[in-house]
């Protein structure tokens, strides 16, 4: 068993254990301690850092290494950004088997918030890192180590600020790697690895209806409630059309091949089944979607308010953008105000080139009988923010996994735990991929 192997276990359980939950609007713990954390396992083998605050607390780390000089940006202009965010989500405690911060290890797992996302990957890169800086293996492709602030907000306060603030950090840079993929699900006794090469739009609205104040006894025809009410009614119970993107057409023939069976829009959600929990999570990658969260309105029951107010979490898929726009202002019809607290645009890189071959060469070396394809997250990541300046991104963060664990379900969940030789097997690929880039 290499270093890194046995460093890329006790780098996550420590990572864990400093607490960086992000709150959204309260700003929480932050990120410094994780930043300090991460620079100091860097400038131990000789790579040097730079942190990054955008507030207090609210840091990022970047660090260049590889290429013509450890120490710059400078040589070759085909620079490959690797990275991870330090933020986590918040965790209760009463809810957990374990502390949710402890980083236990428990049953082949490493337990604890951020085990999945993404503290193990961030882990992982270090592990790597480090060991080939102590070993001498140093890539001749120019490296940046970004670990960001505050991506489970939108990224607003930590990739963000590196492309408008420090884009000069970044310039290098063509291809970028970071989270959700390389990570395994089983399709009719079959491993499959799943590269995210494809990420939906995020849209977070709030919805704001006016009327007529009144008294709650009196007709009352201009009343704000009734007409919001009526328009996340419309918005919750539309019935989004399937409509495959060209990573998604990848991913389902892959999945036809295995299945015996031609993918096609009709049959998709079918095929889509046959990832079993997972599917929770690429079904939602077959169309647009809208989901009203919260709602506000009113003082008293018997006074009929001037505003009521509704947000709604919208995500839409790459090059389906103003079908989705178009369709959403019908559906919240007349007297309904649309402001926007995210609008992100959805991306889709093509799946092929020699960075792509790298990431299914590293997994195949160590996974021979598996096959790898493309797929499009749900979700959103940093990869939104560094797409801007240019690079093609791709979610590439390997984890071998037992059929049994429901993986997706990890995410933003109680209980999220890695299995620890999943942690080594991710080390060892990132390790054979920084031999091919």
């Not at 860097?42 to 660090?63: N, P, Q």
């Not at 965790?91 to 402890?102: L, N, Q, R, Y």
């Not at 019908?330 to 991306?347: A, H, S, T, V």
Request: net charge negative; hydrophobic share 40%.
């Amino acid at each position: 068993m290499t270093s890194a192997e046995t460093e890329v276990v006790d780098l996550c359980r420590d990572l864990i254990r400093i607490d960086t939950s992000n709150y959204g609007n309260d700003p929480g713990p932050g990120e410094r301690k994780a930043a300090e954390y991460v620079a100091a396992q860097l400038d131990e083998v000789g790579i040097s850092s730079e942190i990054y605050e955008s507030e207090h607390g609210r840091a990022s780390v970047v660090a260049q290494w590889g290429g013509a000089s450890t120490g710059s940006a400078a040589g070759r202009q085909d620079g490959l950004l690797l990275h991870g965010h330090l933020d986590v989500v918040p965790a209760a405690a009463e809810d957990w088997k374990v502390d949710p911060f402890s980083g236990e290890i428990e049953d082949g797992y490493v337990w604890g918030r951020g085990a999945v996302d993404m503290k193990d990957f961030d882990a992982m890169l270090l592990a790597v890192v480090r060991e080939r800086q102590r070993t001498g293996r140093i890539p001749e492709r120019p490296i940046t180590l970004a670990f960001t602030a505050d991506e489970e907000a939108g990224g607003m306060k930590g990739a963000h600020v590196l492309v408008e603030d420090h884009p000069d950090l970044l310039a290098h840079c063509t291809e970028a790697v970071g989270e959700v993929g390389g990570f395994s699900t089983t399709v009719k006794g079959r491993r499959l690895y799943l590269i995210e090469a494809a990420e939906k739009g995020m849209a977070w609205m709030k919805l704001t209806a006016r009327g007529t104040a009144g008294h709650g006894s009196m007709i009352n025809r201009d009343n704000p409630i009734t007409r919001l009410s009526g328009a996340i009614a419309r918005i919750g119970a539309h019935e989004w059309p399937v409509q495959l993107t060209p990573t998604m057409q990848t991913l389902l023939a892959a999945v036809g091949e295995i299945a015996g069976e031609e993918p096609t829009p009709e049959n998709a959600e079918r095929l889509v089944e046959e990832f079993g929990p997972a599917a929770r999570m690429i079904g939602a990658t077959l169309r647009n979607v809208t989901n009203p969260t919260m709602t506000s309105a009113g003082y008293k029951v018997n006074v009929i308010p001037t505003e009521a107010t509704a947000h709604v979490d919208g995500r839409f898929l790459p090059g389906f953008e103003d079908d989705f726009f178009e369709t959403l202002q019908k559906l919240c019809g007349e007297g309904i105000d649309i402001e926007f607290d995210q609008n992100q645009r959805p991306w889709e890189t093509p799946y092929d080139g020699a960075l792509v071959s790298a990431m299914e060469q590293s997994l195949i070396a160590e996974d021979p009988d598996a096959l790898v394809a493309p797929y499009l997250m749900s979700a959103g990541t940093d990869a939104k923010h560094f797409k801007r300046l240019g690079m093609r991104t791709y979610g590439f963060a390997p984890l071998r996994l037992p059929e049994e664990l429901d993986f997706t379900a990890l995410f933003h969940g109680v209980d999220e735990r890695v299995p620890v030789d999943a942690l080594q097997f991710g080390a060892r690929v990132m390790d054979r991929f920084l031999d091919a880039v």
